[in-house]
């Protein structure tokens, strides 16, 4: 079955660390890809996409992810974490049948 | 701008009664697709639509039916509620290749 996986539900990191929040897809057509940021009580806001036309994905607050067919992974990172960061964060993607199918998601927490 | 629009945001029911979610999205978007989100187990598809007219099942359809009469529309139904439907229920709707945009959601409690 077409799915995603996000490894590790809960990610912990101090302000100013990496954060690495992990993605792999099942398919080996590459997908539609997507990342999106889900605050407290809130709906869900896209953060970036991959459609093919690069490998690397910038998307806003400074989050990017990188495409990689041979892992079938599309991880999402940012080199300084900020206090702001904090939220729940959630893969998608998206195959030929158009179903728009999401992970578990990964709580990021960001200590101070 | 309005976006996707979900009405009601709030509604307790009990075992037994209906109910109909509405979501309306002023984008001319072609997709439309309804999720229920519980803890730990992220957003799940229920069922979604590719256009006016068109509906089909996603991941967990059982107990639920949809309707999209109007492109700008898509309702979602529960005809005779359980406690295992309390959850929060999303409305998306996109065009292909992009993002998707979501709906404040709609907390749903059936006692």
């Known amino acids: 079955a077409q799915s995603v996986t996000q490894l590790g539900s809960h990610v912990s990191v101090s302000e100013g660390a990496l954060v690495l929040l992990r993605c792999n897809y099942s398919s080996s057509v590459p997908p539609y890809l997507f990342w999106y940021v889900q605050y407290p009580n809130q709906g869900l806001q896209l953060l970036l996409k991959y459609t093919s036309a690069a490998t690397l994905v910038k998307g806003i607050n400074g989050f990017e992810a990188e495409f990689k067919k041979s892992e079938t992974s599309f991880h999402l990172t940012k080199p300084s974490a900020h206090m702001s960061d904090a939220a729940e964060y959630f893969c998608?993607?998206?195959?030929?049948?158009?179903?728009?199918?999401f992970g578990t998601g990964t709580r990021l927490q960001v200590f101070p | 701008n309005a976006g996707v629009t979900q009405t009601p945001k709030f509604r307790v029911l009990k075992t037994g009664q209906s109910m109909t979610l509405l979501c309306a999205q002023d984008m001319n978007h072609e997709y439309m697709y309804w999720y229920r989100q519980d803890p730990g187990m992220g957003l799940r598809l229920i069922h979604y639509?590719?256009?006016?007219?068109?509906?089909a099942k996603g991941e967990v359809p059982d107990g639920y039916n949809v309707s999209r009469l109007k492109k700008q529309n898509f309702l979602l139904g529960l005809e005779s509620a359980a406690p295992s439907q309390t959850s929060v229920y999303f409305c998306?709707?996109?065009?292909?290749?992009?993002?998707?945009?979501f709906g404040q959601g709609t907390r749903l409690t059936v006692v």
């Open positions: 998608a993607v998206r195959y030929n049948t158009d179903k728009l199918i």
């Open positions: 639509s590719v256009g006016e007219g068109t509906t």
């Open positions: 998306a709707s996109s065009n292909t290749g992009f993002g998707a945009f």
